[in-house]
C-alpha cells in the first residue's frame, strides 16, 4: 500500500505528455516480462520487480484515468461483461483439419500431395494438434485489435475482451509489425487447470466439463471476461491468415516470425520424406502423455506456402495439411466394487474401484461416477466389465459398461438411505441430483472440512494433511475448524508420526495463520457456493464477518457476480447458530475477522474526505462509510473547503446545498460505484 501512494505521489508529478509517453513505456516492458515470464518461461525479472512496473502504471492510470487503453496490461483482469457476444465475419474462412487415422492414412495423403505437385520436393513440418479452441487474433500495427471464436468458420464470435485475459497472448507484437495480420492458433487449458476446474464444479454441484476443449469453449464464451481471467488458459500460435506488408515463403518462417512477435509456439519439426514423419509420429505416441497440457493429435503440414496455395482446400479442409489422430485410450477392466465417498459439503459420491489398469501414462483403479443417475443411464454394475478412459488425459472416466461379458452375478447399485460414514439419513435437495448427508458434524464432512480449511489457498496451514487430520478428528480433538486454534502441545504430541520438533513446527504454523487476509479464511469456512473469487467479493463488499453475516439476500446479490445461490447459501451459513459459535471461537483464538483496514494514511483512498447525504439505493449509510474507510478514506459529518467528494443519494439535506456553494466534487450513487470500482481494482 505504501508502495501504491509513492507511485501515485510520482505519477501526480508527471505532466500529461509524460505521463502517456512513461505508460506507454511501462506497457511495452511489462508485455516483454509477460512474454518472458508466460511464454518463454524464463522471467528476467523478479516478481517484486515486475509488481512494482505494474503499481507504476496502475498509478499513472489512475491519475490519469483518460489514459488508460483497453490494451493496456492493468486491464488483463477482465472488463465489463457483455449483453451477449457480436458476431465477426472471418478475413479468411477458419477451415478444420481432414483426419487420418492410421499410418496408411498419411502415406494417402503424402501420395495425393505429390500427385497434384508432378515431380517437387516436399518438406512437411509437424507439430502436435492440441485439444483446444481455434482462435484469430487481428493485429493493426501490431496491436491486438479483435479476437474471434472459430464459428461456423465463416463467422465466428468477437470474444476480445476475453481473449485479452489470456496473459501468453501478446497485447502488442514485440517486433516492427506489418499494418494488419491475422494470426491462428489455439486456446488450451493445461491438464492440471482443466482437473482444478472440474473438482471446484463437482464441489459446487455443477456438471463437469467432458475434456479440456469443452472446458476451454466454455471459459472463452462466458459474457463475463472476468470469469475467463480466473481459469488458467493459455494460447499457442499455429499459422497465420490474412496479412498485409509483410510476405512469408514457408510453414517454418511463419512459426519462427510467431515466436518472435512473442507468441507461444509449440515444438515443431521439419521432415523430408513421409517416412520419417510417420517415425516422428510414432515416437509421440507414449511421449504425448509427458506434456502438461491435452494433445489428440499431430498436425502434418506441407511446409511451402507456394506449395500450399496450388494445392488449395476443399470446403472443410485444405489439401495441405492432415490431422494424425492418436488411438483413444481405453481399457477394458472389472469393477470390483462401488464406494461412496463424502465430501466436505456432505455430497456422497460414489466411486467406482477397478482391477489396476494403465491408461495415458499411468496406472488408475478408481475413477468417480458423479452420482446414481450417471450409474443408471451407463448401465454400470458390480463385477461388470467396464471401459475407461481418461477426460483431458487426467480424470479417470468410467465411459461404459459390457454388458455382452455379463454372467448374471453382477449387482445393480443403489446410493445408500444413510451416511456411510456417520449412519445419518441422507437428504436429496430439491432440484439437486446429488445425495447429502445432513449432519455437519459427521467426521467424514470434518475431515474434508479441516483439510479444505488448512489447504493451500485458505488458511494454508502446511502441516496439517490428510494423515493428521483423520487422527485428529478419529480421537475427537478436533469438532469443527474452531479446535485447530485450541490444540495443544501434549495433544498433538500424542498422535503418531508426531515428534517435539514436528509438534513445534505446526503450531507456529497454526499460529502464523492466524493473520491470513479474512477472504481466505472466508473461503477456509467451506460455505457452499463461496469459492476464492466470491470471498474476496465478499469481504471486499463487507469488510468483516459480522457485517457480512448480517447482509440481506438482498444486499448479497447487488454485489456483481453474487447470485441467488450464493446468497442463498452465505445466509444459510449464518443463520445456523453451530457455524456463529464456530466463528466465535475463531474470534476467542484471537483470529481477526476484520477485513485489515489501512492504517491512516494509506489505501487508495488515503487523504480523501467524503460526506454522505440522502439515501443510496445499494448500501446503507454505514455500509458505505465501511467501505471509504478500509480503502483509506474518511468520511466527515459536514461539509467544509477540505471535503473531496460529497456522494449524494435521494432526498438529499442541507449538505448537498452546502457543496454546491463551496463547489466540491458531487457523486451520484453510479459515480461513486464506478469511482470505488476503479480505486479498488488499483489497489
Ligand atoms: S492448423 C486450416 N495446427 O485442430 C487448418 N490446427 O480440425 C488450420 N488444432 O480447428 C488448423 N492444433 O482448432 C492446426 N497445430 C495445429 C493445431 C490445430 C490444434 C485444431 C484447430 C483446428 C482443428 C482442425
Redesign the pocket.
Known sequence: MEEKERWLRAARQLSREEAQRRAEQLRKEIAYHDYRYYVLDAPVISDAEYDRLMLELQAIEEVFPELVTPNSPTQRVGGAPREGFPTVRHLVP??????AFDVSDLYDFDRRVKEALPGEKVEYVV????????VSLLYRRGEFVQGAT?GDGEVGEDVTPNLRTIRSIPLYLLQDAPDLIEV???AFMSKEAFAKLNERREEAGEPPFANPRNAAAGSIRQLDPKVTAGRKLDF?A??VAHYEGISFTTHWEVLEWLSRQGFRV?Q?RLFSTIEQVVEHIQGWQSRRFELPYA???M?V?VNSLDQQERLG?TMK??RW?V?YKFPPEEAVTKLRRIEVSVGRTGVLTPVAVFDPVQIAGTTVSRATLHNEDMIRERDIRVGDYIVVHKAGDVIPEVVRSLPERRTGEEQVFHMPTHCPVCGAKTVREEGEVALRCPNISCPARLKESLYHFASRNAMDIRGLGKVLVEQLVDRGLVRSVADIYYLTEAQLLSLNRMGPKSVANLLREIEESKNRELHRLLFGLGIRHVGERAAKLLVERFGSLDRLAQATEEELTAIPEIGPKIAASVRNFFNEPRNLEVIERLRQAGLSLESRVPAMGQGPLAGKTFVLTGALKSLTREEAKAIIERLGGRVASSVSQRTDYVVVGENPGSKYDRARELGVPLLDEEAFRQLLERVQKGS
Open positions: 477458419m477451415l478444420s483439419l481432414a483426419n507439430e502436435p494438434k492440441i485439444d483446444g479452441l481455434a472459430r491462428r492458433g489455439e499457442f499455429y499459422a509449440n515443431h494433445i489428440d493429435g498436425v503440414k482446400s479442409s485444405p495439411a490431422a
